[in-house]
């Protein structure tokens, strides 16, 4: 019996996070935080059925950067640190393949911050989580992936990415550096920087080395797109 009920619960937890909560019926232009899905239409706007990425996913459609991109028959791969989140995936895109971990540059176990079940904030990172997070701390322990191994356990292997997408609240450019480029190369990456000097940030220089240009940022100058050079020219 608290089984059923603990089912039920949980059914209904979901559908106040996704219909109620974030008013699923009423259809917005945008889904994103600052329009970066309606820059990302633009984009691949000639690519058919792409598929994205999606580190730090959060939630499948408040403040969600490939909803769009799934309202238009993308397929992609899903992760994050909540499993709670990872639930609201595996609800509203039961064809997408949704995890639940932790990623950086090692496979090791790592702690995880966080404060409620699901949250932006939620990070592997004790800095960021003491600087962003106000009120009691909580902490739990999880394995975490590289990028590639996650990519190469799903049926997504060896499948270029169309479109990257990395918030992972502190470990961006961990994560960037645990995918395999040679195999998985995006030909599009939307990825948090907080430098007050984009150019003079890890990440930007990574993706410069890579032959990357970025194309846009948010009007808060910290979520930015970046282009493969090659892509780029067939677009221009």
């Not at 499993?83 to 995880?112: G, W, Y």
Request: proline letters at 2%; charged letters at 25%; a positive charge.
């Amino acid at each position: 019996m608290i089984g059923i009920l603990s089912k039920v619960y949980k059914k209904l937890y979901i559908i106040q996070n996704i219909y109620l909560k974030n008013k699923f019926f009423f259809k917005k232009k945008s889904y994103s935080m600052e329009g970066e899905d309606l820059e990302l239409q633009k984009i691949t706007k000639n690519i058919n059925r792409g598929f994205y990425v999606d580190a730090g996913c959060y939630h499948p459609l408040h403040l969600n950067n490939t909803y769009l991109l799934h309202k238009k028959k993308w397929s992609g791969l899903n992760i994050d640190l909540s499993e709670f989140t990872i639930d609201l995936f595996n609800h509203m895109r039961p064809n997408d393949v949704n995890i639940h971990s932790a990623i950086s540059n090692s496979e090791k176990e790592v702690v995880v911050y966080y404060q409620k079940k699901i949250s932006q904030l939620t990070t592997i990172k004790k800095s960021i989580a003491q600087e962003r997070m106000q009120g009691p701390i909580k902490e739990k322990k999880m394995i975490s992936k590289k990028l590639t191994t996650i990519l190469n356990d799903s049926k997504f292997c060896n499948r270029k990415i169309d479109f990257l997408n990395i918030d992972l609240e502190g470990a961006d450019m961990s994560a960037l550096q645990s995918l395999d480029f040679e195999i998985y190369r995006p030909k599009i990456i939307c990825v948090e920087i907080t430098d007050k000097t984009i150019e003079n940030s890890n990440i930007f220089n990574f993706l410069k080395k890579l032959n990357y240009k970025k194309k846009w940022s948010s009007i808060a100058n910290i979520n930015h797109i970046f282009v493969d050079q090659s892509f780029l020219e067939r677009l221009d």
